[in-house]
């Protein structure tokens, strides 16, 4: 995999990719406004060059967005709804004028109505949006979750239905998250555990539309449904959980990003990082990078059509 981490944008887009270059990513994850807002300010062209210039010089190969938390696509009708799709919208046209391939989305929460109830919002919200973003390619990566309250998404089948009932199919995509995946009851610890499951979500969704990997140990045990991340290695998935993950042949050019806790410094990043490479293979370690501060960051991260950085003209 194209091993990287969630990046901290605080400064500008182009400042996270200077933070992912500077612990040895390969790839990284990026929010486009706050995470914890509904709505940020267009980027001007300046930053959209300052930051098309910064990922053509790196060694970053792909780079992708999450969208920000507050946004519910599967609430029944209320302002907060109207407003999640409105903020989703805004999102879309951010990434675009990036040039980003896709952004991860949390299926959403149907807060009581029912599952099913849910979905038929999701689907319904994610239709609308779309039409509004027509003349977009960003597509949207449904993440799969661990389950917490009246989230949706901790079975596969919950995604593949919206797949299936959308009427935009070509702009939909899957993320998945490995400790979400053990958190929902998912045994991904062993390779017969982790191809049973990605062989369920290809007949659900086709495995071409599987686009990007979170790669998260779970301090919560199988079937938990309570979301904890934990440093690789020290959860309930253990590092040589990770091993057949990061060896699986048929991800070897998606990028699977880190969404650990941090500090400052990013040394978590290093490290996890280097523990990922070295399940990879002796052959696909790279130089040991010490992390440097560029400037603040966010204490722990926030939460792929194949896409490469942009190619000299």
Same mark, same amino acid.
């Given at each position: 995999?194209?091993?990287?981490?969630?990046?901290?944008?605080?400064?500008?887009?182009?400042?996270?990719?200077?933070?992912?270059?500077?612990?040895? *990513?390969?790839?990284?994850?990026?929010?486009?406004?706050?995470?914890?807002?509904?709505?940020?300010?267009?980027?001007?062209?300046?930053?959209?060059?300052?930051?098309?210039?910064?990922?053509?010089?790196?060694?970053?190969?792909?780079?992708?967005?999450?969208?920000?938390?507050?946004?519910?696509?599967?609430?029944?009708?209320?302002?907060?709804?109207?407003?999640?799709?409105?903020?989703?919208?805004?999102?879309?046209?951010?990434?675009?004028?990036?040039?980003?391939?896709?952004?991860?989305?949390?299926?959403?929460?149907?807060?009581?109505?029912?599952?099913?109830?849910?979905?038929?919002?999701?689907?319904?919200?994610?239709?609308?949006?779309?039409?509004?973003?027509?003349?977009?390619?960003?597509?949207?990566?449904?993440?799969?979750?661990?389950?917490?309250?009246?989230?949706?998404?901790?079975?596969?089948?919950?995604?593949?239905?919206?797949?299936?009932?959308?009427?935009?199919?070509?702009?939909?995509?899957? *993320?998945?998250?490995?400790?979400?995946?053990?958190?929902?009851?998912?045994?991904?610890?062993?390779?017969?555990?982790?191809?049973?499951?990605?062989?369920?979500?290809?007949?659900?969704?086709?495995?071409?539309?599987?686009?990007?990997?979170?790669?998260?140990?779970?301090?919560?045990?199988?079937?938990?449904?309570?979301?904890?991340?934990?440093?690789?290695?020290?959860?309930?998935?253990?590092?040589?959980?990770?091993?057949?993950?990061?060896?699986?042949?048929?991800?070897?050019?998606?990028?699977? *990003?880190?969404?650990?806790?941090?500090?400052?410094?990013?040394?978590?990043?290093?490290?996890?990082?280097?523990?990922?490479?070295?399940? *990879?293979?002796?052959?696909?370690?790279?130089?040991?990078?010490?992390?440097?501060?560029?400037?603040?960051?966010?204490?722990?991260?926030?939460?792929?059509?194949?896409?490469?950085?942009?190619?000299?003209?």
């Amino acid at each position: 995999m194209k091993l990287g981490a969630h990046m901290s944008t605080s400064g500008g887009l182009y400042k996270a990719v200077q933070r992912g270059q500077s612990v040895g *990513c390969d790839s990284i994850q990026v929010f486009v406004k706050s995470n914890m807002q509904w709505f940020g300010k267009t980027p001007l062209p300046s930053d959209v060059a300052k930051f098309a210039a910064e990922w053509k010089s790196s060694g970053i190969q792909q780079v992708f967005a999450h969208t920000g938390y507050l946004i519910n696509i599967a609430a029944p009708e209320s302002p907060n709804r109207e407003t999640s799709l409105k903020s989703l919208i805004q999102e879309i046209e951010f990434a675009t004028a990036y040039g980003l391939p896709f952004m991860v989305l949390h299926p959403g929460a149907h807060l009581g109505s029912g599952e099913a109830a849910g979905i038929a919002q999701a689907v319904a919200g994610l239709d609308e949006v779309f039409e509004a973003t027509s003349s977009s390619p960003v597509r949207i990566a449904l993440e799969n979750t661990a389950g917490q309250g009246s989230c949706l998404g901790y079975k596969l089948e919950h995604l593949g239905e919206i797949f299936s009932r959308s009427k935009y199919p070509e702009r939909l995509g899957i *993320c998945l998250d490995t400790a979400h995946f053990l958190a929902a009851g998912y045994d991904i610890r062993t390779e017969p555990g982790w191809d049973k499951a990605i062989k369920t979500i290809a007949g659900l969704a086709g495995i071409k539309n599987l686009l990007a990997f979170h790669l998260n140990d779970s301090k919560t045990d199988l079937g938990s449904r309570v979301d904890r991340h934990a440093h690789i290695g020290e959860g309930m998935i253990g590092k040589e959980g990770f091993r057949h993950i990061v060896q699986d042949p048929r991800f070897l050019n998606h990028p699977g *990003c880190l969404e650990t806790p941090k500090s400052e410094d990013l040394h978590e990043d290093v490290e996890n990082l280097e523990v990922l490479r070295n399940l *990879c293979g002796s052959a696909l370690v790279k130089p040991k990078v010490k992390a440097r501060r560029i400037a603040p960051t966010a204490p722990k991260a926030a939460r792929t059509a194949k896409h490469s950085k942009p190619k000299s003209s």
